[in-house]
């Protein structure tokens, strides 16, 4: 399972979901699916993320073990 601190980020830079879409190139509710852990990102959106936030993709998305 991909767990994420995108909503943290986002709150540290005073930032939207909207903005942060339109920075990546996704809908608002791709961003929201995102951040509840309905959808996994590309390895481009993963990187565009991290990219707009100025941290790496590991300060972003950790992977854990199912179960």
């Known amino acids: 399972m991909i767990r994420n601190r ?6 540290r830079l ?3 979901q ?3 879409a339109k920075l990546t190139g996704v ?6 699916n995102l ?3 309905r959808y996994n990102p590309s390895l481009v959106l ?10 790496t993709i590991e300060e ?3 992977v854990e073990a199912d179960g």
């Open 14 to 16: 005073g930032m939207s």
């Open 35 to 37: 951040e509840k852990g």
């Open 18 to 20: 909207d903005e942060l």
């Open 6 to 11: 995108i909503r943290e980020h986002r709150a």
């Open 27 to 32: 809908r608002r509710e791709t961003i929201g």
């Open 46 to 55: 993963a990187w565009n993320i991290a990219a707009v936030f100025g941290v």
């Open 60 to 62: 972003v998305f950790t």
